[in-house]
């Protein structure tokens, strides 16, 4: 490491620096310097080299041996600190400025209310940092920066991550906002049996849901999805509490809800993290089907018929107490509807989007 630093034409000098001209004009070599300051030649050599700051000890004794003040010395020492610091703010800024490329920010703005600053990139990206409470965009390409990433291939792009951890980090702020108590699994368990009765609650079923859930130590968290970020869900543990976030990304209920109901899988089972789609995460898609539709009553459903037309999964919703849409999107799923039906779609499926107020 060097006794100073250049970047952009500027220079800022290590106390170092000026300790070497000193010992070069007194005629003595490093090792006396060093005795007669009452300090190690390696601590000496060490310091001169700006691989260390200077120490308010070594400050006085420099004072006492040369004549000069303390501060003096101090003075040096924070102003190359200063100019140290804002060197690789700028550096980070640079780094920075690539990843926010990956970032839309127009869903920053229109979702989470973030000023509109056009083309003030710098403005933007200070903005982005603050409101996810992180001390650098660059942070976000780490995998697993708060949590695990549920997959099992490799094709997550840099983008992927980098907004999967976006909404990861806005989750986890909601969460750590909400005045719940810790997870209690047995309430949650009965919080879950409540949830279902509400699927037709298409207007009203969010905050009553989100009651109970937190009642039982489970911050259910919605958010507008962020583009690029790929992401269905996650959960993750803080500060003894559980968040549940999920998203709008497919915007239909019987997806919002076989979405809700497989990351409460994840917390039954203690799995907890991000999940994407295309994963095989059978045991939580196994939770969210066996919850969603009884299994014993779906297949004696099926069986009864050949066809599946607007009444006939009406009558099977409301024997079993659910959304006609989350009927069909079991149908859908198990190709015993075609995806081209889309009078069926148009009917029985409501769309959700989540808005931030």
């Known amino acids: 490491m060097s006794n100073y630093i250049e970047y952009n034409d500027t220079i800022a000098f290590h106390p170092g620096y000026y300790l070497k001209e000193v010992v070069d004009e007194s005629g003595l070599t490093?090792?006396?310097?060093?005795?007669?300051?009452?300090?190690?030649?390696?601590?000496?050599?060490?310091?001169?080299?700006?691989?260390?700051?200077?120490?308010?000890?070594?400050?006085?004794?420099?004072?006492?041996?040369?004549?000069?003040?303390?501060?003096?010395?101090?003075?040096l020492q924070q102003a190359?600190?200063?100019?140290?610091?804002?060197?690789?703010?700028?550096?980070?800024?640079?780094?920075?400025?690539?990843?926010?490329?990956l970032i839309d920010y127009k869903n920053f703005r229109d979702n989470f209310k973030l000023p509109d600053l056009?083309?003030?990139?710098?403005?933007?990206?200070?903005?982005?940092?603050?409101?996810?409470?992180?001390?650098?965009?660059?942070?976000?390409?780490?995998?697993?920066?708060?949590?695990?990433?549920?997959?099992?291939?490799?094709?997550?792009?840099?983008?992927?991550?980098?907004?999967?951890?976006?909404?990861?980090?806005?989750?986890?702020?909601?969460?750590?906002?909400?005045?719940?108590?810790?997870?209690?699994?047995?309430?949650?368990?009965?919080a879950v049996s409540f949830a279902l009765t509400q699927t037709q609650n298409h207007s009203g079923f969010f905050p009553v849901i989100k009651e109970a859930f937190g009642e039982a130590g489970v911050a259910l968290v919605a958010l507008p999805n962020l583009k690029n970020s790929g992401i269905n869900g996650a959960t993750k543990r803080v500060d003894g509490k559980i968040m549940l976030m999920v998203n709008?990304?497919?915007?239909?209920?019987?997806?919002?809800?076989?979405?809700l109901f497989h990351e409460i899988g994840h917390i039954m089972n203690g799995d907890l993290g991000v999940s994407f789609p295309g994963e095989a995460e059978d045991e939580a898609d196994?939770?969210?089907?066996?919850?969603?539709i009884p299994q014993d009553r779906y297949e004696e459903f099926i069986g009864r018929h050949g066809y599946f037309d607007?009444?006939?999964?009406?009558?099977?919703?409301?024997?079993i107490d659910r959304d006609p849409g989350i009927v069909l999107g079991r149908l859908l799923r198990d190709k015993l509807v075609p995806e081209t039906d889309m009078y069926l779609k148009k009917k029985l499926r409501h769309f959700y989007s989540v808005v931030i107020s």
């Open 30 to 75: 490093q090792e006396d310097f060093a005795k007669r300051l009452g300090t190690t030649p390696k601590n000496l050599s060490v310091l001169i080299r700006g691989e260390q700051s200077l120490s308010i000890d070594v400050a006085a004794k420099l004072s006492r041996m040369l004549g000069t003040t303390i501060t003096y010395w101090l003075n």
């Open 80 to 101: 190359y600190d200063e100019r140290l610091a804002e060197i690789l703010s700028e550096e980070e800024l640079t780094r920075e400025r690539d990843v926010f490329k």
């Open 118 to 190: 056009p083309r003030r990139v710098d403005e933007q990206i200070k903005c982005v940092r603050e409101f996810l409470s992180i001390s650098s965009l660059t942070v976000l390409e780490k995998e697993s920066l708060a949590v695990n990433f549920r997959r099992y291939s490799e094709n997550l792009s840099r983008s992927n991550i980098v907004n999967a951890n976006a909404m990861v980090q806005i989750g986890i702020n909601h969460t750590i906002k909400m005045k719940i108590p810790k997870y209690n699994k047995r309430k949650f368990e009965k």
């Open 248 to 259: 709008d990304r497919r915007h239909y209920a019987d997806t919002f809800w076989f979405t």
């Open 286 to 292: 196994h939770y969210a089907q066996m919850n969603l």
């Open 310 to 319: 607007e009444s006939i999964i009406c009558e099977f919703a409301r024997d």
